[in-house]
């Protein structure tokens, strides 16, 4: 690989017999030049992939299997072009490769030194090279060097040290008592030390990634319902922005989540209330309609963020807890159960939980039992008030420091993101091939003798004027058909475009766009007359399709029972003939 390995001014940790037996092979193995012993400085340069005693190709990582010469390398930082993120992610994704003697605390501790600190000792030539890869890969400089002998003319010195630990070793053995280990007092950088907590040192990064990582390293015990309403109902806000009102939650001091439809946009202002009073105004910094998420910068906040989770971890039946402010009821707090996992909702995988979600809920956290955010309410189910939709936390990723997709759980995400990908280009593919033909999809009366049939069809080029002939049928017989033309065709994505003006939340009306699927489908109207039809023949179980055209996703009946109040008034109130096109479709307001 051509890596070069440097020596530095450090000299030799660690003195006794090992390693005064290793200082022969060492003196061996380098040209220290005459006047240069003392400083321990190599000359020359060694490679990862030889032995730089002999020049062995390296079958092994730890020792030269032709001349026994020891290949271990230490590994140097020398500088560092990227920021504090980069540190901290490089510092977790080599962690999370559990190199021995590369810890994460270690790592963190060791990456924010300055130029010459030592970021591993005794490493073996692999764990070397992949360090190498991933540290450079975010920014990092990084230098390899052998593992460096004593300088000779202080080798009586290690002698002496090593004689005078074994006495004391042999004497307190003899006594049966014990001793504190001590720190090995030297000149040079001792072995970096394993951190019990994992907390970083002040100063070494962001509170925000300090917080989130210490949690990493002591995970969480579960709790009850009321201790987690407790631990995060400070960081648990009400979002009000143009009349709406809405929920959020703090998840860095000075940054909150929220959903889209709650903010009013980028770069537009809100008002966060805390439960202790105070009113701060915040910043929309993020807005993802989409996946319906949006962060808010609060200044001043100093909020004490709510830890966050891993939604990949929940299994279907594992409780949640629910907070949020329905109906502007501050702090409401609900229990729950996750139903499904990832329910693909217009191309977006949804968490969904049993629970009493309403109107003032959404962008409240979702919480595991640990306390942790796994999701943000998002939506609840039509018709249902104890089925919710929650956006997973996921989704912070790219806009939030705190939330980092590594490891297994980053490789589960991915898997739960090509899934739904899958998933949401078949159904794309399913849906631009409806309509190919004139489809029926809706019959309503005009008068007692005829109806007004809408049609959609996908054009490649202008629509034009089509005449089309309808059967009326019972468990596939034949009864009675009617014709008619179509000559009103509009624009169905027009006319789509136009909603979304009226309702910009409507997520299955941003499907529609975003994907295209209304590109080229018009719907036309044609009226067609039933006079002829025998009463038997138009029961409501009789069916109306167009022949030769395509299938509706549901049967179309005919409209019987509008039928019979229709020849009882004699006319359809409200309802201009003339111009029965999707104008009159809307003019058109039904039986009175």
């Known amino acids: 690989m051509g890596v070069i390995l440097r020596a530095s001014r450090d000299a030799v940790w660690g003195i006794g017999g090992e390693r005064i037996a290793a200082w022969a092979s ?75 003697g590369l810890s994460f605390s270690s790592l963190r501790q060791a990456l924010s030194g300055e130029p010459g600190t030592v970021i591993g000792r005794r490493l073996t030539r692999s764990v070397a090279r992949t360090a190498i890869a991933i540290l450079s890969r975010h920014g990092g400089l990084v230098a390899t060097r ?21 006495l004391i070793v042999l004497v307190v053995a003899l ?14 950088e001792p072995p970096p030390a394993e951190e019990a907590s994992g907390e970083p040192e002040k100063g070494e990064e962001p509170a925000d990634i300090a917080e989130a990582s210490a949690s990493e390293e002591k995970p969480l015990a579960p709790m009850t319902t009321a201790q987690i309403s407790m631990a995060v109902n400070d960081a648990i806000v009400t979002v009000t922005c143009e009349g709406k009102l809405g929920t959020a939650f703090f998840v860095e001091r000075d940054r909150a989540v929220t959903n889209a439809h709650v903010a009013c946009g980028k770069d537009e202002k809100v008002t966060v209330k805390f439960l202790d009073g105070r ?28 830890p966050v989770g891993d939604s990949t971890s929940l299994a279907v039946g594992d409780p949640v807890v629910l ?44 919480l595991d039992v640990r306390g942790r955010v796994a999701g943000i309410i998002s939506m609840r189910a039509g018709g249902a008030r104890r089925i919710g939709f929650a956006l997973p936390v996921e989704y912070l990723e790219p806009h939030l420091r705190s939330v980092m997709l590594t490891g297994d759980a980053g490789a589960r995400w991915r898997e739960i993101m090509d899934k739904v990908d899958r998933e949401d280009a078949s159904e794309v593919q399913a849906s631009l091939s409806l309509y190919e033909k004139p489809t029926l999809i809706s019959v309503s009366p005009v008068t007692s003798e005829k109806l007004l049939a809408l049609v959609l069809q996908r054009w490649k080029t202008s629509p034009g004027t089509r005449h089309l002939v309808v059967d009326i049928s019972t468990e596939g017989l034949v009864l009675c058909t009617t014709e008619g033309k179509v000559s009103d065709w509009n624009g169905v994505e027009d006319a789509i475009k136009k909603s979304r003006l009226r309702d910009p939340d409507s997520r299955h009306l941003r499907w529609i766009v975003e994907r295209r699927i209304a590109q080229g489908l018009y719907l036309g109207t044609m009226v067609v007359e039933i006079d002829h039809c025998s009463k038997e023949s138009t029961t409501k179980e009789a069916v109306m399709v167009v022949r030769g055209g395509g299938e509706p996703k549901e049967e179309v009946r005919f409209p019987t029972a509008e039928l019979e109040r229709c020849r009882k008034r004699r006319r359809l109130p409200g309802f201009h003939e003339r111009g029965t096109g999707i104008r009159g479709v809307r003019r058109y307001r039904g039986p009175q």
């Open 26 to 100: 060492e003196r061996a193995m380098t040209d220290i030049p005459r006047g240069q012993e003392g400083d321990g400085r190599l000359a020359g340069t060694v490679s990862l992939d030889t032995c730089p005693r002999c020049g062995n190709q390296g079958d092994s990582d730890s020792y030269c299997s032709r001349c026994g010469s020891d290949l271990h390398v230490d590994l140097v930082l020398e500088g560092w072009t990227g920021d504090k993120r980069s540190r901290y992610t490089a510092s977790k994704e080599l962690s999370a490769k559990k190199p021995a």
């Open 175 to 188: 006594k049966g008592g014990k001793t504190e280990e001590q720190p090995e007092q030297s000149q040079v």
């Open 146 to 166: 052998p593992v460096l002998p004593l300088p000779r003319k202080k080798l009586w010195v290690g002698m002496a040290a090593g004689a005078a630990l074994l």
């Open 323 to 366: 907070i949020g402010n329905p109906q502007g009821l501050a702090s409401t707090v609900h229990e729950g159960k996750v139903s499904f996992l990832y329910r693909n909702l217009h191309g977006v995988p949804y968490l969904q939980v049993n629970g009493d979600v309403n109107s003032g809920n959404s962008g409240g956290p979702l």
């Open 279 to 306: 009113e701060l105004m915040g910043e929309v910094t993020v807005w993802e309609p989409g996946p319906d998420l949006a962060v808010i910068d609060v200044l001043g906040a100093s909020a004490k963020p709510i």
